[in-house]
């Protein structure tokens, strides 16, 4: 049974920054690819970020390339977000999943809201 839950979310103004967390269980974490989505309010999921099994590549959507920063501990099971610089339009529900570029499963965590507003 695959558990993705996600934490670190908040509140903070714009400039700000916060690191999310992804806690990981129930399937071989090291051998896939994993990544983040955010959801804004009305709109449907985009993806965010994506990392490969060993954490040697990663890619980012142009919105967030150079602010935000995704990594991964495979001993932990852990994925993480940091987000630098944030902006209004950052707000959004956070989600982790399997996949690079698209999700492999649909085992959706409850995510993680994020806030950015002054």
């Known amino acids: 049974q695959v558990q993705l839950v996600e934490s670190g979310g908040g509140s903070v103004q714009p400039g700000g920054s916060l690191r999310l967390s992804c806690a990981a269980s129930?399937?071989?974490?090291?051998?896939?690819?994993m990544s983040w989505y955010r959801r804004v309010r009305g709109k449907e999921r985009e993806w965010v970020a994506g990392?490969?099994?060993?954490?040697?590549?990663?890619k980012y959507a142009d919105a967030t390339e150079g602010r935000f920063t995704i990594s991964r501990d495979n001993a932990k099971n852990m994925v993480y977000l940091q987000m630098n610089s944030l902006k209004p339009e950052d707000t959004a529900v956070y989600y982790c999943?399997?996949?690079?570029?698209?999700?492999?499963?649909?085992?959706w965590g409850q995510g993680t809201q994020v806030d950015v507003s002054t």
């Open positions: 999943i399997t996949g690079y570029s698209q999700p492999l499963n649909k085992d």
């Open positions: 129930g399937f071989s974490f090291s051998t896939f690819a």
């Open positions: 990392i490969s099994s060993t954490g040697a590549h990663t």
